[in-house]
């Protein structure tokens, strides 16, 4: 191969070695999931299924995590009134981590009339990672309040997690273990979509990392084309 298509060949190299970098590092995927809710309410049993999202956002060392619903849930036999419903909720955690996130939102803004799907508002909490690796993050139980009375809806259909994010604990803490006993190891990507989720300083971290690539690409191509002016004279 002649001197001039091998460094056209060494650039090109670098040039993929750095896209590849960038490509291969998603931090978060996100799914919207059914659940279907079995709701305990002061006239009976009702059931719903709504879409939840559940969406992260890098904040500090933790990270805000946003609930949203897509469709309404219960209903009320009477109106209810602006501010009279209280939704909040809990998110379960699984992965390297365990237990359960409380989320927290808005009472209703307007008045919600009676017989009425109840649209829950977008619920949120802070996770602070405990240890490092994949966490996932699953719709669990909602409680409305409204009324002095309670409503209290489950889960009845097993929901898969509608988030997984890739965490690093305070400290760097090692990887952890899920609730099967393997092992989970940090640094890895959970998957191809990705939502307004992760921390900023790990794309600019791979930026550099991938620009330096492309520098010693560019280094060895100089250095090819200063050694065969040097042969050529």
């Not at 002061?42 to 299924?49: E, M, N, R």
Request: proline content about 7%; charged content about 15%.
């Amino acid at each position: 191969m002649s001197y001039p298509k091998r460094t056209a060949a060494l650039a090109s190299a670098a040039a993929l070695a750095g896209s590849v970098v960038l490509l291969a590092a998603p931090a978060a995927h996100a799914d919207v999931v059914d659940v279907n809710y079995h709701c305990k309410t002061p006239i009976g049993d009702k059931s719903a299924v709504s879409p939840i999202d559940i969406k992260g956002v890098k904040s500090g060392s933790g990270y805000r995590i946003t609930m949203s619903w897509q469709k309404g849930v219960s209903s009320s036999p009477v109106e209810l009134g602006k501010g009279a419903m209280k939704p909040s909720a809990t998110i379960r955690l699984g992965g390297a981590d365990s237990g359960s996130l409380p989320v927290t939102g808005p009472a209703n803004a307007a008045a919600i009339p009676a017989n009425t799907p109840i649209k829950i508002s977008d619920l949120s909490g802070t996770y602070t990672p405990k240890k490092t690796g994949k966490v996932t993050f699953t719709a669990a139980t909602l409680t409305i309040s409204a009324l002095g009375t309670t409503t209290t809806c489950t889960p009845a259909n097993t929901p898969g997690p509608s988030l997984t994010l890739d965490v690093t604990a305070a400290g760097g803490g090692s990887s952890g273990t899920s609730a099967d006993g393997s092992s989970t190891p940090s640094g890895t990507g959970s998957g191809s979509r990705l939502p307004q989720t992760g921390p900023a300083d790990s794309a600019v971290a791979l930026g550099t990392l991938g620009g330096t690539v492309l520098l010693a690409g560019a280094a060895g191509t100089l250095w090819l084309t200063r050694r065969n002016q040097a042969v050529r004279r």
